[in-house]
């Protein structure tokens, strides 16, 4: 093999499996946007992409409009959302019939122009509404400006109104309850508009799997909207952690996720070879650990430039041979060590597993996030480029 022996392994039937069970989850009413921007949440859009969409997603989810080019090489047929324009790329947007979030007049501008160059009559938008995370999104009490640019001639359609949920992962509702207030507010005035959306797009894995569903298609169906919710993380096995948790009165929904959601990424590495200390040895760089016994160590080739955290140097275990092996030292750039004394019959060629599972042992990517003090959406999208995603 003439790569390093460090890559990640993509099970692309849980990943199928678990948007299946998202969408039964979702009730028929509510369709699902498969969140896949940050090449998959590290998983690899070439994966997954299409995969989802074998198992009947309709819609996909970017952030950038390189994302949305790559996705509709790959998936022909989908509706593509990118939820992050930037300027200079409408003329891509409109060509590869990418549909954008808009809030801001230079989108509108762009938008219309690229239309126009192109001769497009119809370009289909998601107005997104800043219903209280003040990152983007057009204000709810003052629309009519926006609306406006709706007007017949122009070849822009509002086709969805969108906001993101802030807080969907609070045990406590108020913050959620404020912002689908503040979504009521801005379809309302749509409506005084004359305008006749289609589709309601709110909400992450948090609210769906909280049953936040019930309330977003109620609001919808109020404004005789569709429910577009646009899960990411679950889809990619993880169940979020709710804090405040929900104690005893847990929703159904979020039991049957623990159940029926599964993971989809395992990262593994290989022991590069084997050798014993006695001691007072020094491991690693600073001299952060010192053996007070002889030890059997482990070289594994995988370091920070892969995307391990460097902070997991000498606070965390990897699983060797279905057991757990801590990491002794620092994190080097592309090694670390493991402390393999307890473990027999350790050699070189082994596989070692960061996340996943082996033997009865399993690591998440909670468990690095606890650890480095991070959350998972950030371990899975640090993991480097240089790591191969291999579909299994
Ligand atoms: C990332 C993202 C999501 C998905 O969030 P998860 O918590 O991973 O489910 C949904 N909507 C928007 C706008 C996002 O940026």
């Not at 690229?114 to 370009?123: K, T």
């Not at 592309?334 to 050699?347: E, F, K, L, R, Y």
């Not at 606890?370 to 640090?382: H, L, N, Q």
């Amino acid at each position: 093999m003439l790569t390093r022996p460090c890559w990640v392994e993509i099970n692309t039937r849980n990943f199928e499996q678990n948007y299946s069970f998202l969408s039964t989850l979702a009730s028929p009413q509510v369709e699902l946007l498969a969140v896949v921007k940050a090449n998959a949440y590290g998983h690899e859009l070439k994966i997954c992409a299409p995969a989802v969409v074998r198992a009947g997603a309709r819609w996909l989810g970017v952030t950038s409009v390189e994302e949305g080019i790559e996705a509709r090489r790959l998936c022909p047929e989908s509706r593509i959302l990118v939820i992050g324009m930037a300027q200079g790329q409408s003329n891509e947007i409109v060509r590869h019939q990418l549909t954008a979030v808009v809030w801001d007049n230079w989108q509108f501008d762009e938008l219309e122009a690229a239309a126009r160059a192109q001769d497009v009559r119809s370009v289909p938008v998601h107005l997104e509404i800043d219903t209280g995370m003040s990152r983007q999104g057009a204000e709810p009490g003052s629309l009519a400006p926006l609306l406006e640019r709706f007007h017949r001639g122009s070849p822009l359609r509002l086709e969805g109104v969108m906001t993101h949920l802030f807080a969907a992962d609070e045990a406590d509702e108020q913050n959620t309850n404020a912002q689908l207030e503040r979504m009521e507010t801005a379809l309302k005035q749509i409506q005084s508009a004359g305008m006749q959306p289609e589709t309601l797009n709110i909400g992450n894995s948090a609210a769906l799997l909280a049953g936040q569903a019930i309330k977003i298609s109620a609001l919808a169906g109020r404004y005789g909207m569709n429910t577009l919710i646009r899960p990411g993380l679950a889809l990619y096995g993880l169940v979020p952690q709710f804090d405040p948790d929900f104690s005893s009165d847990e929703p159904a929904s979020l039991g049957q996720a623990r159940i029926h959601l599964h993971p989809v990424l395992t990262w593994k590495t290989r022991v590069v070879s084997v050798k014993s200390v006695p001691t007072g040895a020094v491991i690693g760089y600073n001299g952060t650990f010192v053996a007070t016994e002889p030890l059997r160590l482990a070289l594994i080739a995988v370091g920070y430039a892969d995307g391990l955290d460097r902070r997991l140097g000498n606070h965390f275990s990897l699983l060797v041979r279905g057991r757990r092996a801590p990491l002794v030292g620092r994190v080097s750039m592309d090694q670390s060590v493991i402390d393999i004394t307890d473990i027999p019959g350790v050699a070189t060629g082994d596989e070692v597993v960061l996340i996943g599972q082996q033997g009865g042992e399993a690591i998440s990517a909670f468990d690095h996030a606890k650890a480095a003090g991070t959350i998972p959406w950030e371990i899975f999208t640090r993991i480097a480029a240089r790591v191969p995603r291999i579909a299994t």
